[in-house]
């Protein structure tokens, strides 16, 4: 019998790879001598590329040190008139505010507390002021020379600073004056300084500060050394600094000034790199160091090349370098070239075996047939095999191998066949239970693996049963609900029945399941499989959840109608005790001399306040008010309540964190100030019996909302309580602080957070806290952004759409920030409405009288006697078709609204404060709807 293997490959293969080899083998050994010549070109080109490169970028960095080193009086000038330019108009506007209520030595006083504690420039700078007399009114930094004539007070170079600055403000009422003076804690006074000095005129002062020109010079080489220190230049390429003498700097993206030196840093072959890099940088054009390195990435030695240059005024050596090994991946690209160019030759001396093969090929052919004949012969068995049941006759086949096969294929096709009748059985009694049940059913394997789900578990999955198969829990659940798959899963494989009911957040969502796993097949006393059952029992559990809450909230909205109601009642006639007992405690303590009644009228003065305080957050508790808006800024807002709340604020650190260029936001400036207020008494109170009170204030924006931070360091609130803080009458001061976290005469009314939240709610914002006991609190407060206009996306979706244009359309709204946007978006691209304005019902009723009108965008609180819901039944008496879109926030008119919508399908209503988009949406909705009918 022939064998296929000597006959296919023995002679043919032998004979074709001697003569390639030997016709190969000249022809390599003329071009690798050729390319040998060619690498040590390349490489001198390299090195002298890298050299210009090294240099360029070098130069560049030091044209930029150079330049902020020039900036440093430029910036230090700025800074100083900047900060003399605030400390002014914060005691012009002192002055302004008091001048026709206190005396000047008080308001003096009051200018001299507000900048005093003031510090900037890294707590470097501070003010001063001085009168035309010399006499020292402010001196920050040393307090103790308030009071004393400065006129004798000499620089240490003899300068009479402060007659200079006087004859500097009587010449121009403000300039820059330089001097030497000694810095704090320092007994060498040689220290230049550049301060600046303005003309207060009410007081006839001059208030200034002063900077040291070597501080703004520190800042400046570390923002210097911030920039340089991350620049990078094509793949490896990066930058390192040090100082003369060997103290480090920065290198390959680190900082690493103030760490040891490394002067006597030597390569390995015993060049001492930073010695000549030190010598090289201090030529004109600084100079070049050969060394040899490790790279970051290799052990291996390789050799470097540095340029390095000098700034002498900072005692800087700034410097690149690059490893010279570079050009070797360079030679291994030209290395490639000529491999392509082995191939190609490989093509020409194919040409000139092909006269050799061809003698091989007439050889092979007729014993190709032969092959092509019985792989015919399997093809078609094969193929027909696939379709039915069919066998092979070995008597076609020529070949020992073939027969064989032949052989093997016979006894496949009888066991496929036996083994398929067997699984057809089993399968559909298999299908008919599990596909017909109604809970989940799995079988795993040893590796954790799904083998069998039934329709009602990949329905679950919302995919296909093949999806699953094959898959571990670790690719089907997130890696929590993975691991708790798998606890049960250990269970199961060590023998144990698992029956239990547990719950899993899946996409977000809470589920419940009863889950019922036991072992399926055991071999060699190991559980081979598993195999489970599982129930979805989420419904059930989500109707007991929502029977109990119902009973709760039903309760709970009883207690607090109760108490609104008690509230509403009782608020204004104890609003008018108060004022009597007030008026007449403020008019006693006028004339009143002996101290123990003084004190006692200040004792009843004190709590008509805390009482007038209580009243007031029971009434806004008790008012269902819908706001008044206006666009107001966030931050000024927050200063706002800063000033006014002086007196509480006393003793306390505030640190400002404010947002720059945070848009406006649409709200009622009285409820925010509310709002404000008592988030600011809360903290105060938390801070009562702290060492170091400090409140931190942040203003952000956060994707379409702007957002507020106060954080204090108070006492905090324990975890137990910080689900029930906005409750209505929920506090912890007074009788219930059994901690002692507050002050003994601070109490609480209960209801100041509450309205907080109230007030947030109505203008759709949300409110977080995040609070540790004994370590402080921070309240979140995130109101949404109402543009002013349609931004380019929103018009581009309402594009989309289709929009309702040309139409002419009734704005009935009183609050000018309001209708003058909605007037805005309507009469511009792409709505392009006529729009007419009603700021009252008595006009609005006059113009739907006079006009047609497509469509009236309706506010439900209107001033005078005539509401929204007025005009909508007289528009309702007169037109049932027109379309009415209600825009309110009040609560009464959200109930009663519902009931409107459900009979009248040409109405909708949108929630104060509303998008554009929104605001647009709606009313082409209701013209969509007007058209259609």
């Known amino acids: 019998m022939v064998s296929i293997k000597k006959l296919l490959l023995q002679n043919m293969l032998l004979i074709t790879f001697i003569s390639f080899a030997a016709l190969y083998l000249l022809w390599i050994q003329n071009e690798y001598t050729a390319f040998k010549e ?14 210009e490169r090294l240099k360029s970028e070098v130069q560049n960095v030091l044209e930029y040190v150079r330049y902020m080193r020039h900036q440093t009086e430029k910036r230090l000038r700025m800074s100083i008139q900047d900060r003399v330019d605030e400390a002014c108009a914060v005691a012009m506007n002192i002055h302004a505010e008091n001048k026709d209520i206190k005396s000047g030595d008080e308001i003096k006083k009051m200018i001299k507390d507000a900048l005093r504690p003031i510090r900037f420039s890294r707590g470097r700078g501070y003010y001063f002021a001085f009168n035309m007399d010399g006499i020292e009114q402010l001196f920050a930094d040393r307090p103790e020379m308030e009071g004393k004539n400065m006129l004798e007070v000499r620089g240490a170079r003899g300068e009479f600073v402060v007659p200079d600055m006087i004859a500097l403000l009587k010449a121009e009422g403000k300039g820059f004056y330089s001097y030497t003076w000694s810095k704090p804690g320092e007994t060498s006074p040689e220290h230049m300084k550049i301060a600046y000095v303005k003309y207060f005129e009410p007081y006839g002062w001059g208030i200034g500060t002063g900077e040291y020109v070597e501080d703004v010079e520190k800042e400046i080489q570390e923002e210097v050394l911030e920039r340089i220190a991350t620049l990078r230049f094509e793949k490896e390429g990066y930058f390192f600094g040090s100082v003369y003498g060997g103290r480090p700097l920065f290198t390959n993206g680190k900082i690493t000034k103030g760490t040891k ?38 052990e291996t030695l390789s050799p470097k090349l540095s340029y390095v240059a000098s700034i002498p005024e900072w005692e800087w050596i700034i410097g690149a370098g690059v490893y010279l090994d570079t050009a070797d991946e360079n030679i291994l690209l030209k290395e490639k070239d000529l491999y392509k160019e082995f191939l190609r030759q490989a093509g020409l001396y194919f040409m000139v075996m092909a006269v050799m093969s061809f003698l091989v090929f007439l050889w092979t052919r007729y014993q190709a047939h032969k092959i092509r004949s019985g ?46 009748q067997d699984l057809e059985k089993s399968e559909k009694k ?15 394997d040893g590796n954790r693996r799904y083998t069998f789900v039934n329709p009602a578990m990949a329905a679950f999955f919302h995919c296909s049963r093949e999806d699953l198969i094959g898959k571990t829990p670790e690719q089907v659940f997130d890696p929590v609900n993975a691991v708790i798959i798998n606890e049960v899963d250990d269970r199961t494989f060590s023998g144990e029945r698992v029956s239990e009911i547990r719950s899993l957040l899946i996409n977000g969502k809470e589920f419940t399941f009863h889950t019922i796993q036991v072992p399926l097949d055991i071999v060699d006393g190991k559980v081979a499989s598993i195999s489970g059952i599982v129930r979805d029992m989420t419904a059930q559990r989500d109707i007991e959840k929502e029977r109990i809450r119902a009973e709760q909230r039903s309760v709970e909205q009883e207690k607090h109608a109760l108490v609104g109601r008690i509230a509403g009642k009782i608020s204004h006639d104890f609003n008018n005790i108060l004022g009597v007992i007030m008026g007449h405690s403020e008019l006693a303590l006028m004339t009143c001399k002996e101290e123990e009644t003084k004190k006692s009228l200040e004792l009843i003065h004190g709590q008509t306040l805390r009482g007038r305080n209580l009243t007031r957050n029971l009434i806004a508790f008790a008012r269902d008010q819908e706001p008044r808006q206006e666009y107001i800024r966030i931050n000024e807002k927050i200063e706002l309540v800063v000033n006014l709340m002086k007196k509480e604020m006393e003793g306390i650190a505030l640190v400002k964190e404010f947002g720059v260029n945070l848009p406006d936001i649409l709200a009622d400036p009285g409820m925010m100030e509310h709002a404000m207020v008592n988030l600011f008494q809360n903290a105060a109170h938390a801070l009562g019996t702290r060492a170091h009170p400090r409140i931190a204030l942040r203003t952000y924006i956060s994707g379409d909302q702007v957002c507020f931070e106060m954080e204090d360091n108070g006492c905090g609130i324990p975890k137990e309580h910080l689900d029930v803080i906005f409750d209505p009458s929920f506090t912890l001061k007074g009788r219930r602080d059994t901690a002692g976290s507050y002050g003994k005469d601070i109490k609480g009314t209960g209801y100041g957070l509450s309205n907080v939240k109230k007030y947030i709610d109505q203008h759709r914002g949300s409110i977080r806290v995040r609070s540790e006991f004994g370590t402080g609190t921070c309240f979140t407060v995130c109101l949404p952004v109402i543009e002013k206009n349609l931004t380019e996306d929103e018009k581009e979706n309402i594009r989309k759409s289709g929009p309702q244009t040309g139409k002419h359309i009734l704005i009935v709204e009183d609050e000018p920030a309001i209708f003058d946007v909605q007037r805005r978006v309507l009469t511009e691209d792409p709505c392009c409405h006529t729009v007419d304005i009603a700021q009252n019902g008595r006009t609005a009723l006059d113009l739907l009288d006079r006009n047609h009108y497509d469509l009236v965008s309706l506010d439900y609180m209107l001033p005078g006697n005539i509401t929204g819901m007025d005009i909508y039944r007289h528009l309702r008496e007169t037109n049932q078709g027109l379309p009415i879109l209600f825009i309110s926030g009040n609560i009464e008119f959200l109930e009663s609204v519902k009931e409107l919508k459900s009979n009248d399908a040409r109405l909708d209503h949108l929630s104060k404060p509303c998008r554009n988009q929104e605001y647009i949406e709606r009313i082409n909705g209701l013209l969509e709807r007007a058209g259609q009918s």
């Open 38 to 51: 060619d690498s040590a070109a390349i490489k001198d080109k390299f090195v002298e590329k890298e050299k």
């Open 261 to 298: 030196t490394v002067w006597d840093l030597t390569d390995p072959r015993g060049t001492k790199i930073i010695q000549e890099q030190n010598k090289a940088a201090k030529a004109p054009e600084g100079g070049f160091v050969s060394y040899f390195w490790e790279k970051l990435d290799s």
């Open 375 to 420: 792989i015919r012969l399997f093809s078609n068995f094969f193929e027909t095999a696939s379709l039915k049941e069919t066998a092979i006759d070995p008597g076609y086949l020529q070949f020992e191998e073939f027969k064989d096969i032949a052989v093997f294929a016979n006894q496949m096709i009888q066991k496929r066949t036996e083994a398929l």
């Open 430 to 444: 298999y299908s008919a239970i599990t596909n017909s049940a109604q809970d989940a059913i799995f079988c795993k």
